[in-house]
């Protein structure tokens, strides 16, 4: 029933921009938040940056501080997360995925067992 779909994801030269969506459907978003992930050939999963509306507060990796912004959730269950000045060390598949309340979520955002459901990814290529 609960489902979320990543979309905006491709191929992009060095220094490039591109956005990607995150639609949730089956559940609101009222009291939950949304992270976004990723995960490059041969590495873990890692944690990019996460959004609590009733919080209203982000976060972001050291890695992508300055570069990524995330914005949302709409009233259309809707998570953004615009990429800037992308990479070739970028290069991975994304992954939203969607956490229930959690009073201490800026001490557990990175940790993607607290994540109760997960969109099925999208490829980000960043590429010359």
């Known amino acids: 029933q609960v489902q979320l779909v990543e979309s905006g994801g491709g191929l992009v030269q060095p220094g490039g921009s591109l956005r990607l969506s995150c639609v949730v459907s089956?559940?609101?978003?009222?009291?939950?938040?949304i992270g976004w992930f990723r995960q490059a050939p041969g590495k873990e999963r890692e944690a990019v940056s996460a959004i609590s509306r009733s919080a209203g507060s982000t976060y972001y990796a050291d890695s992508v501080k300055g570069r990524f912004t995330i914005s949302g959730v709409n009233l259309k269950n809707t998570v953004y997360l615009q990429m800037d000045n992308l990479k070739p060390e970028n290069t991975a598949v994304y992954y939203c995925?969607?956490?229930?309340?959690?009073?201490?979520?800026?001490?557990?955002?990175?940790?993607?067992?607290?994540?109760?459901?997960w969109g099925q990814g999208n490829q980000v290529t960043v590429s010359s």
């Open positions: 089956g559940v609101t978003m009222s009291s939950r938040a």
């Open positions: 995925a969607m956490a229930p309340r959690i009073a201490t979520f800026e001490a557990y955002w990175t940790d993607s067992s607290r994540y109760s459901y």
